[in-house]
């Protein structure tokens, strides 16, 4: 028998997401609503829900006549903690057919208290090393420290209560330390090293 091995490579997730956004935008150029929103919904899919996404989703369901999968979209992306200024001062004429519905109202008395300023922080302590340039910082509540990655010194410092810093663990590799999440259950601390070109 003969073997036939293909030569292009498979399609990766950032030519998949171009892709589909090419496609809703020319569905939406011709006209083709049943198009747009396919492709709205595979954009959302590869996006995980990012919000803008929801709004084309949403977008899409209010121009194939499917008002209330439209508000259920909306609501989604207020339940995420968004806003339209657009949508609430008007300008924004994308949703306004959906304008007289009780539960587009809804969503835009969630849009203005998502856009009420929350101010219940206070300063806990300052680091007294600039060179850190701190990055992703976590709660021990076992320990009541604070932990903070480093993109230049390439560790994670511990703070206690008190604002007193230590070294908690340095990048394996050397490189730029970023993300960080404690997991008190098993007793853990997740954290993410990059290679970021040009981090020096």
């Not at 997730?13 to 589909?20: H, T, V």
Request: hydrophobic share 40%; glycine share 8%; charged share 25%.
């Amino acid at each position: 028998g003969l073997l036939l091995v293909s030569a292009q490579s498979p399609t990766n997730a950032r030519d998949e997401l171009s892709a589909g956004r090419k496609a809703a935008h020319d569905a939406r150029e011709a006209g083709d609503h049943a198009g747009y929103l396919k492709e709205a919904l595979k954009v959302r899919t590869l996006l995980n829900n990012y919000p803008s996404a929801i709004l084309s989703v949403a977008r899409g369901y209010m121009e194939t006549g499917e008002n209330e999968k439209a508000l259920d979209a909306l609501m989604e992306f207020a339940d995420l903690g968004q806003m339209d200024d657009g949508m609430l001062d008007g300008s924004n004429k994308t949703f306004e057919a959906l304008a007289e519905s009780p539960r587009y109202k809804k969503v835009l008395d969630r849009f203005r208290q998502n856009k009420t300023p929350v101010s219940t922080a206070e300063i806990a302590f300052s680091l007294s090393d600039p060179g850190l340039v701190a990055e992703d910082i976590d709660y021990d509540f076992a320990s009541k420290a604070f932990l903070i990655t480093s993109v230049l010194e390439k560790k994670i410092v511990r703070v206690s209560e008190k604002g007193g810093a230590t070294d908690f663990a340095a990048s394996p590799s050397g490189w730029p330390m970023l993300a960080i999440k404690i997991d008190a259950v098993r007793k853990l601390v997740w954290a993410t090293e990059v290679a970021l070109d040009g981090f020096t």
